[in-house]
């Protein structure tokens, strides 16, 4: 074998270079980059909606973008050991039914007790991380590829939701849920809504987790070399199991803000969210091959499409332009992340 | 063949020079061998060896220097053009896909086709002609299977001579081989050599690059040695005698290379391993290693030797057998319990096992040492990982500082295992396995990789070297086992080492009558 | 032991028959309806769409890559032929869904080869944007076809009914190009070694070029099946059926990294899928078992398709030394 020969990043100091090309060049490869893409669409788009920009709005784009924001985190963790997880939509549904059973003031198995709310959060909790361990479960063990498992309980749990929900209820979701559970979606804390204190208290500790602790280094290195990782007396198979219940439970999460904006507990709840989901992650920057992810990445990638939805919407552009438009600006962010590595290679 | 068509050259190569990114890694290199003659091509890792038979595959290209094939120019821009002009190259990582037949592998990029009526164009494979053309090429390199048999069911042995076939059914002129026997049983390099001496008499051309020095001798007729990119000699093989070439390999001799040992190994033995057996992978192997105290292990690629390494260390299961750590028995040992034990292994396969490639010199560094680092609710410190990375690369001899923004992947090779080795002493470990320490890396790099492993024992440490290099086992260590087919078949002394025995008893054929636990391996007291 | 395990690996390496022949079984105790011919030309009837999808889905995954853009496909073309081609005879509508399907294939082709782009991330955009034209098109409306289309699903050729003749050819193509051509070899080595197929010569970008065409072209051709059958198509039309396609690829046995895996068992694993459904209705199951048996079915034979993975693999690790010695069989 040929000696390798030290390249240039070994060699040069770092990047010197100035000129407006470079500087583009820095904002591509910035953690940034996608925040302030947000802000430049923002400052673009408002000569056409100057709604953009009022308190209304962005309380709108703030509680929108929450359940969201919660599915996408989780994702995260299992994006970056190079899993999958397209449950999670199915998650979301079929803890919100199961949530609603418990709690609903018609028939509901605690319905109209004192514990009807803390009994359902449990159980929908409790649904997220069953469900999110039998993914696991049937990655570590079973030696399955993340993609069909996950393809398989989506496919059983939206089923089951709907099964559900016909021993419980006459129509299609389960209604008259508490008032204490579904002032959770109105409610706000020092004039901040409760949802967006939920959802960023669980972004807080995701990124606490993955960048500053033993186990966050762990889903890094699994995720960019299962052997090497293994070697170095990482348990691989606990972190990825790790992994898909953190998105489990975080599903669970964002069932429950769905349905207490809902205020039903319905099957097709985040049915159509799956995309939106990983188009979200991915264009924050995070890798679908592992190893690369952030969740500042995730929480700009949200609020970018959120932004996109939100603006879209007030221009009164129908379902279908945001659909191009959605689709475009995945292809798009995909784009210049290759681009970026190709300058991070070539640098 | 006329005698005067045998003694022009095949192949002419002269002034070959190549840099990559200013580095230059070959000078001038030359060499010419003719038809039906073996060419043996030895150096050290790094000397350009590798370089120079890309350079001929067509995988890069010359920065100056001509190639002639039968006395006309030769200058492949591709490996497709090499192949097409009759030069074939097979690598050590076979270029075969397991999931098609074997008719199939040697087709693959270009299927005789035939026409099926009513379609006037020639749609389809023509079976029947691949399978005749296939039947032909593996009768004569000897290997009876069906031309339709995957070629995930052949051993290495097979898919070798697979590979050999292609290059037959391609009417190769030369032929270079690439480490050709590592993988191979013994039974399986008799056949290898047995089929090479056929397609000498055939009038091809044989490249052979192989650190298996014996091997070299007596497949070739002439041996070209190359040293840090220059072409350091060549010479009848009858007339070099296996020293001779080591130092023209190395440019000076042994005892140079090799740091002289300090203390002399403890008493108290660091590793024992006593009966470890897994079924048709080891078979009873008992040793021990003292404090400070450097046991290499001799054997063939496929004797057992990392397989051993990978059971101590909890990455193979094994049925029976204890494993003590200081007299502290390891039972069920995995990686974690391993290096909470003691234990520290560097595997062979560094971008594979060894490295987080995209992630930094940091990173990497505490990797095996995280526990150490991380705070009471498992909270990691960064400017601490980063400060004792840096440390870390300092004692190291590391060629950058810049341990936070340097990837793994921008390293050389020797300053990659640089980062795997520190890793690992970041927990100062009481056993160090070392498979293949120096593997892929350059001279300077492998003395800096023996003075570490020096200063190791020194402070007590103990190490179990595997090697490939013999000369490398024979330098380093106080002691020396010799394993062949899961079992062990020797134990030798320093004072001095006797190499040809080490190599008999590691080429030794277990399995037979006369190898199995009855008879009591030769041990000389140490 | 060995031969033990060699029995086992026989069984779990034709798991899925088994589990076929045994669904076949039970609804055929179950009801007595199950086993008549016509039941059985139903079924394959009901299968053809999603069999020529997943047939088409099968070259993508040998080269390992994904297109989750069957569905959105099918969607905008079967709707460009409902709302523009109403008046045209019927092969010249099927032609251009072919022809606009395989036009869309190509995109994404390209985009994956050229742009180095995850196929995963590529398709999953050329979803929203086909349906969002779609939708755009046809103004979210539901979108009837005329009876000459509609009336295909009655007609058959040489006493076959058309979706199953249909599902024929394109089965016999695809079968032939898979293992009788030069190309079809050749999606088998880049998926099985895409580094050993370009040191090969291989043009690895091609391949994976084409083979993302005739998914494209299958998507199409599955729709217009499809459409003959149901005579309309919404907004939610194809949603999700570029999971089935998936499923039906892997439950015959294809894998996601490619290499893997051939159109007789993803014809199989289409069916076998639709068996179930139908044996489901004939024993009047309650319908919303169904997908959750068929996701079990899925769930089952992929964890047995690993299983056998594992087996295999422990079986084929390279033992240094002979097997039978005394001792170590006797301690086993």
Redesign the interface.
């Known amino acids: 074998m040929t000696a390798l020969p030290p390249t240039t990043a070994e060699t040069l100091p770092p990047s010197a270079a100035r000129g407006p090309l470079a500087r583009f060049g820095r904002l591509l490869l910035s953690e940034y980059f996608v925040l302030v893409l947000c802000v430049l669409y923002v400052a673009a788009i408002y000569p056409v909606v100057p709604e953009m920009l009022t308190w209304q709005v962005a309380q709108n784009v703030l509680t929108d973008m929450m359940p969201l924001l919660v599915v996408a985190i989780g994702q995260t963790f299992v994006l970056i050991v190079a899993g999958i997880d397209l449950s999670v939509t199915a998650i979301i549904s079929m803890s919100a039914v199961v949530g609603a059973s418990v709690m609903t003031g018609t028939g509901g198995y605690l319905g109209g007790s004192a514990l009807a709310v803390p009994g359902a959060l449990i159980a929908m909790g409790a649904v997220g991380l069953g469900i999110g361990l039998l993914n696991g479960f049937a990655v570590v063990t079973l030696n399955m590829p993340s993609f069909i498992v996950t393809l398989a309980t989506r496919m059983f749990f939206a089923g089951a939701a709907v099964w559900y929900v016909t021993f419980h209820s006459t129509s299609s979701s389960i209604a008259n849920l508490p008032p204490g559970f579904t002032g959770f979606a109105t409610g706000s804390l020092f004039g901040v809504p409760l949802t967006v204190v939920v959802a960023a208290l669980i972004a807080v500790l995701a990124h606490v987790l993955l960048s500053r602790t033993e186990f966050g280094r762990w889903v890094y290195a699994v995720g960019a070399n299962p052997r090497a990782a293994r070697v170095s007396g990482i348990p691989v198979e606990r972190t990825i199991l790790s992994t898909f219940v953190i998105s489990g439970v975080c599903a669970s999460v964002a069932a429950a803000m769905y349905s207490s904006r809902m205020q039903t507990g319905s099957p097709i709840l985040g049915e159509n969210i799956l995309l939106d989901v990983i188009g979200a992650v991915v264009i924050g920057g995070t890798s679908l091959f592992g190893g690369k992810g952030k969740i500042v990445w995730t929480v700009f990638g949200v609020l970018f499409l959120v932004l996109l939805d939100t603006s879209l919407k007030l221009l009164g552009a129908s379902l279908f332009l945001i659909y191009i438009i959605k689709g475009g600006v995945i292809l798009l962010a995909a784009l210049v992340d290759a681009l970026r590595n190709r300058i991070l290679v070539s640098r | 063949m006329s005698d005067a068509a045998a003694s022009a050259p095949l192949l002419e190569v002269r002034g070959l020079r190549k840099s990559f990114f200013g580095v230059t890694v070959l000078h001038d290199v030359d060499f010419a061998m003719r038809a039906g003659e073996a060419l043996g091509l030895v150096g050290e890792n790094g000397s350009g060896k590798s370089t120079s038979m890309n350079i001929l595959g067509g995988v890069h290209r010359p920065d100056a220097g001509t190639m002639l094939l039968e006395g006309r120019a030769y200058a492949p821009q591709t490996p497709k053009d090499a192949s097409r002009a009759g030069v074939a190259f097979i690598h050590q990582e076979l270029n075969l896909f397991p999931n098609l037949s074997v008719e199939e592998n040697l087709f693959v990029d270009a299927f005789p086709r035939r026409g099926v009526f009513p379609f006037i164009a020639p749609l389809f494979i023509d079976r029947r002609a691949i399978r005749r053309a296939t039947e032909a090429v593996l009768r004569e390199v000897d290997l009876a299977i069906k031309p339709s048999t995957p070629v995930a069911k052949l051993s290495q042995g097979e898919r070798q001579l697979v590979e050999i076939a292609k290059a037959l059914s391609r009417q190769a002129k030369l032929i270079i081989f690439d480490e050709p026997t590592t993988s191979l049983t013994r039974p399986e390099v008799e056949r290898l050599f047995s089929i090479i001496a056929r397609l000498k008499r055939r009038g091809i051309g044989i490249i052979y690059i192989s650190h298996t020095l014996e091997d070299v001798l007596r497949v070739c007729e002439t041996v070209t040695v190359l040293r840090d990119g220059h072409h350091a000699g060549t010479a009848p093989a009858e007339t070099l005698s296996l020293q001779k070439i080591i130092s023209l390999m190395v440019g000076r001799s042994i005892d140079q290379i090799f740091p002289a040992r300090g203390k002399p190994p403890g008493a108290k033995p660091a590793l024992e391993v006593e009966g470890l057996t897994q079924r048709g992978v080891a078979e009873n192997i008992s040793f021990s290693i003292r404090e400070g105290e450097i046991v290499g292990l001799a054997g063939l690629m496929g004797s057992g030797r990392s397989e051993l390494a990978r059971m101590i260390f909890g990455l193979d299961p094994f049925a029976r057998g204890e494993i003590r750590v200081s007299g502290v028995p390891l039972t069920n040992p995995t990686p974690a319990s391993a290096m909470e034990a003691g234990l520290a292994f560097l595997t062979e396969d560094r971008r594979g096992e060894g490295l987080l490639m995209d992630f930094s010199v940091a990173e990497n560094t505490v990797l095996a040492s995280l526990r150490s680092l991380a705070g009471t609710l498992g909270f990691i410190d960064t400017r601490k990982v980063n400060e004792v990375s840096r440390e870390t690369a300092r004692a190291m001899r590391l060629s950058t500082d810049r341990v936070e923004d340097t990837s793994a992947k921008h390293l050389s090779g020797g300053n990659q295992q640089k980062v795997v080795i520190g890793k690992w002493l970041r927990r100062q470990p009481k056993v160090f396995i070392l498979d293949e320490p120096t593997r892929g890396i350059d001279v300077g790099a492998k003395q800096e990789v023996y003075r570490i492993v020096n200063a190791l024992t020194e402070r007590g440490s103990a190490v179990l070297l595997i090697s490939s290099e013999i000369e490398e086992l024979i330098g380093l260590s106080d002691r020396i086992l010799a394993i062949s087919k899961g079992e062990i078949t020797g134990e030798f002394a320093r004072k001095p080492f006797d190499r040809e025995a080490i190599m008999a008893a590691a080429t030794r054929l277990a399995g037979h009558e006369s190898f199995s636990a009855k008879a009591a391996p030769e041990r000389v007291s140490a | 032991m060995k031969l033990g395990s060699r029995a086992l690996l026989l069984i779990l390496q034709n798991a899925p028959a088994l589990l076929f022949i045994l669904l076949l079984i039970v609804f055929g105790l179950m009801s007595d309806r199950f086993f008549a011919f016509n039941n059985f030309r139903n079924i394959v009837i009901q299968a053809a769409p999603i069999a020529i999808l997943a047939i088409g889905m099968t070259f993508v995954l040998l080269t390992a890559q994904i297109d989750l853009s069957v569905g959105a496909s099918m969607y905008l073309t079967a709707s460009v032929a409902a709302l523009y081609m109403a008046d045209l005879p019927w092969p010249v509508s099927l032609l251009a869904v072919i022809v606009m399907a395989g036009a869309v294939g190509a995109v994404n082709g390209l985009?994956v080869t050229r742009?180095?782009?995850?196929s995963?991330?590529?398709t999953?955009?050329?979803?929203?944007?086909?349906?969002?034209?779609?939708?755009?098109l046809s103004n979210?409306r539901t979108l009837m076809f005329p009876d000459a289309i509609t009336s295909l699903n009655r007609a058959s050729f040489l006493g076959v009914p058309s979706a199953i003749a249909g599902f024929l050819v394109v089965f016999a193509l695809a079968w032939?190009i898979l293992n009788?051509?030069?190309f079809g070899?050749?999606v088998?080595?880049v998926?099985?070694?895409p580094e050993?197929?370009r040191?090969?010569?291989?043009p690895v970008g091609r391949i994976v070029f084409w083979c993302f065409v005739v998914s494209g072209v299958c998507a199409g051709l599955g729709g217009f099946v499809s459409v003959t059958q149901i005579g309309a198509v919404g907004p939610s039309y194809g949603q999700q059926v570029e999971?089935s396609a998936?499923?039906a690829a892997?439950l015959g046995g294809v894998s996601?990294?490619g290499?893997?895996g051939s159109v007789v068992g993803t014809v199989f694993g289409a069916i076998l899928i639709k068996t179930v459904q139908n044996g489901l209705n004939i024993i009047n199951a309650?319908p919303?078992?169904?997908?959750?048996v068929?996701?079990?079915i899925?769930?089952l034979a992929?964890?047995i398709?690993?299983?056998r993975?594992?087996i295999v693999e422990r079986m084929e690790?390279?033992?240094?030394?002979?097997?039978d010695?005394?001792?170590?069989?006797a301690?086993?």
């Open positions: 985009i742009l180095g782009i995850a995963f991330i590529v999953l955009a050329t979803l929203f944007i086909l349906r969002g034209i779609a939708m755009w979210t032939a009788q051509t030069p070899r050749q088998y080595a998926g099985g070694d050993s197929a040191k090969a010569g291989l999971f998936i499923a892997v996601l990294f290499g893997r309650d919303y078992i169904y997908p959750l068929t996701a079990g899925i769930f992929v964890a398709d690993g299983l993975t594992r690790r390279r033992t240094i030394r002979p097997l010695t005394g001792a170590a069989a301690a086993e």
